[in-house]
């Protein structure tokens, strides 16, 4: 029976490349169907978030609004809703908020609807951050192009991945169409033109990846259900407070899905397609015979390794080696995809740990901001520096302010190391007395700097500030093991600090000392800027000088540190000694609970900053994984898709070999040799690329190649190595199985076309 210029599929061979087509098109699906619906609730995340923490509005509109000027705005035929905002009305002026009907008219309109209610353009407040994300930008504001960022990002990610598909399943495409070669042939010759045979081929392509393509979108829609939803329950476990989104999906999103997939699936079809339908028909008919198997110049590793059956392994590989090309294009792919993300978490855990956890494990547990506070009026330091459990509290505020500092003042070590000469404009700025640095300033509790003083010899006094007197050397890059130079000569008794901005503001400081550590605090110094010059200042200096200074943030931090109260911040715990995550959740609990209903604190403790952390890359690479795996289903899908039609491919050359006198046995171990040598291709070419890539990380983040082995990600990856492993070891025994059960002796004879 003919379709469309072919005959059904028939026989093994047939329903095997049938089956690899089938393969290849769900997988595609799948993928972008769930790409494509991750990529939208995404989008509408933050569409929901600005939604609820900003007002469900398009555009507001403020001033002497009556009932009539409001029916008039709610009559206008683009508004959908117009409703009074009570908490942002005030007075006389009164605040309406207004939703369209159709966004994208939103600048056009809202003067239009301000004018009906007597308002001018500059009355109208638009919800610009809402407005951007539906793609609507602001025309006289520059920065608002910046929305279609997040649209081409998105088209990047799908063109890349339909791309990406397109050159891993279009080979499936070619062995299925390779196998009506001689059909083409002979339909050629009696006058079928190469645009009939191009547009035969693709029908039967369409309708093979019809129904593997529906399943696919299908599913991947429900995954991204799943992996929504647990996200979702992970993130909200992690970040207090994260708002929870439902999966949303849209008839726009399925049609998008849809055209991927179809030109996905087109162009896949297309390329094999359009170079079969150019044969001649002598060409097409003299090139469907059976893959011929070509006696390489010398042996390989596989016959090296395994004798005579390796070497047939080897050989049977290469004269299928494009049948297979998606398999081993996946497979290497997903392979260096999943080993990549292994290593980078790895390699991105273990600098966080060094270059945080462990660098501050005795510098903070439990840390707490209280906003729109100054240090000077809080009140609640004697209450929390009592609390139990605790061995210090440090309530402290930060502050910025300039300082100008005269070539005399700078340390010989420096000064031979080069000064200023390398540093950038944007930190430093020439002056003829000298350099303009920038002075970062920590206010302490008075309690705290007399501490401080005593640990760092400086004399103790609330009278004066304590000059952090190292700075970087900037001919260094490593910012792991950083090397410092004294700052200054540590011969001056007082400076000059000044307002940042408005340098003609000033104020002189006594000098306690010069110190070459900072006071037990969660603060990093000098990692942008080289060059600043860290002050520290008690709570009661800078009271008398904050006029003149200024600079200070609309924040006041606490930190506290666990353990028996008499053993000071300046004695490290040891790591047996650690507290717990309750322990340190009950000391915020107690925290906020001194600071009383006066204050509003943040709070977060050390150990459950880590597990949090732990818990995103975690998911993160999870997420990640689960795309290699996917990818990885291709290979593998395509492996299985050619086992089944293993039997009738290599009836003939099975057959000829138990003629010639080789055993089952032999035939078996030939096959797993195939297996292994398919499977273990990727690993082989990934592998040296996974360490050398790795080595080319940890030498850009500063970090020992040694220190990764014990966090080395052997496991996962050997779990990954494994499945696929065993899936193309299943593949190959089923394929074997089935083709030891055939009448072999019947392959010998001649096949006729019919």
């Not at 555009?59 to 508004?79: C, D, F």
């Not at 890059?477 to 901005?501: A, W």
């Not at 009383?596 to 997420?623: F, H, M, P």
Request: with cysteine; aromatic share 10%.
């Amino acid at each position: 029976m003919k379709r469309n210029g072919f005959r059904e599929p028939a026989g093994e061979g047939s329903r095997g490349f049938g089956a690899s087509i089938r393969t290849a098109a769900f997988i595609a699906a799948l993928f972008l169907s769930l790409l494509c619906s991750t990529l939208y609730n995404m989008w509408n995340y933050d569409v929901v978030r600005y939604q609820t923490e900003e007002g469900n509005y398009h555009a507001r509109l403020t001033g002497k609004i009556g009932e009539e000027e409001l029916e008039r705005i709610q009559s206008y035929a683009n508004v959908e809703r117009a409703w009074v905002n009570e908490e942002e009305s005030a007075g006389d002026e009164t605040a309406v908020d207004i939703l369209l009907k159709d966004v994208s008219k939103a600048y056009e309109d809202l003067p239009r609807i301000a004018a009906l209610a007597g308002l001018r353009e500059e009355d109208i407040s638009y919800h610009e951050n809402l407005l951007n994300y539906y793609f609507v930008v602001n025309p006289d504001s520059p920065d608002s192009w910046d929305a279609y960022l997040i649209l081409a990002v998105f088209g990047a990610a799908g063109a890349i991945s339909c791309l990406s598909l397109v050159l891993i399943i279009h080979h499936a495409y070619g062995v299925f169409m390779n196998d009506k070669i001689r059909e083409l042939g002979i339909l050629s010759s009696i006058g079928a033109s190469p645009g009939q045979l191009l547009r035969g081929l693709l029908r039967e392509a369409f309708r093979l990846s019809a129904l593997p393509a529906g399943a696919g979108t299908v599913l991947g829609i429900a995954a991204g259900a799943g992996l929504m939803g647990w996200i979702n329950r992970l993130a909200g476990s992690v970040i207090e407070g994260r708002l929870k989104v439902p999966f949303s999906y849209r008839p726009l999103i399925l049609l998008l899905t849809l055209l991927c997939i179809a030109l996905t699936v087109f162009f896949s079809a297309w390329m094999p397609a359009r170079r079969l339908s150019r044969l001649t028909p002598l060409e097409a008919i003299r090139g469907a015979g059976e893959r011929g198997l070509k006696k390489p110049k010398r042996p390989g590793l596989a016959g090296l390794l395994f004798g005579i059956e390796g070497e047939l392994a080897a050989n049977a590989l290469r004269a299928r080696k494009k049948a297979l090309r998606t398999s081993a294009f996946s497979l290497t792919l997903s392979f260096l995809a999943f080993g990549f993300v292994q290593c980078l978490f790895a390699i991105m855990t273990l600098s966080t740990d060094l270059t945080y956890f462990d660098q501050y494990r005795n510098a903070w547990d439990v840390m707490a901001e209280a906003e729109g506070v100054e240090i000077g009026a809080f009140d609640k330091t004697e209450e929390i520096k009592s609390l139990p459990g605790v061995r210090d509290a440090l309530i402290y505020q930060k502050a910025s302010a300039k300082r100008l500092v005269a070539e005399q003042e700078l340390s010989p070590e420096f000064l031979e190391a080069g000064g200023f000469e390398r540093a950038p404009d944007q930190y430093v700025i020439r002056t003829d007395g000298g350099w303009l640095v920038n002075v970062p300033v920590y206010i302490l509790d008075d309690a705290s700097f007399l501490a401080y003083c005593e640990h760092v010899g400086a004399e103790q006094s609330l009278e004066g500030a304590v000059i952090l007197n190292q700075v970087r050397d900037d001919r260094n890059p490593n910012f792991r093991i950083r090397s410092f130079f004294p700052y200054l000569k540590g011969d001056q008794d007082s400076e000059i600090l000044r307002r940042d901005g408005e340098e003609e503001s000033a104020a002189e400081i006594p000098v306690l000392g010069y110190a070459s550590e900072l006071p037990v605090m969660r603060e990093e110094y000098q990692t942008l800027d080289y060059y600043e010059m860290v002050q520290i200042l008690p709570v009661s200096l800078w009271t008398e000088m904050e006029e003149q200074i200024g600079g200070a943030e609309n924040s006041v931090f606490i930190r506290l540190l666990a353990g028996n109260s008499g053993d000071g911040a300046y004695t490290e715990l040891p790591a047996e000694e650690e507290p717990s995550e309750e322990e340190l959740e009950t000391l915020g609990a107690e925290l906020a609970e001194a600071a009383g209903s006066g204050y509003v604190l943040k709070t977060e403790n050390r150990i459950g900053d880590r597990r949090a952390s732990d818990a995103a890359n975690q998911a993160l690479q999870t997420i990640l994984g689960g795309f290699c795996i996917l990818l990885a289903l291709i290979g593998v899908g395509n492996v299985f898709s050619n086992t089944l039609s293993f039997a009738w491919q290599r009836r003939r050359e099975t057959a000829r070999y138990l003629s010639l006198g080789m055993t089952p046995g032999q035939l078996a171990e030939m096959f797993c040799v195939e297996a292994l040598a398919l499977a273990g291709r990727p690993v082989l070419i990934g592998l040296p690329v996974l360490i050398m890539a790795s080595w080319l990380f940890m030498n850009a983040a500063y970090l020992e190649p040694a220190l990764l082995l014990p966090r080395a990600p052997v496991i996962p990856i050997l779990a990954f190595v494994l499945a696929v492993f065993g899936a193309v070891g299943l593949a190959y025994y089923l394929g074997c199985r089935r083709l030891m059960r055939m009448d072999l002796a019947e392959a010998l004879r001649d096949e006729t076309f019919s």
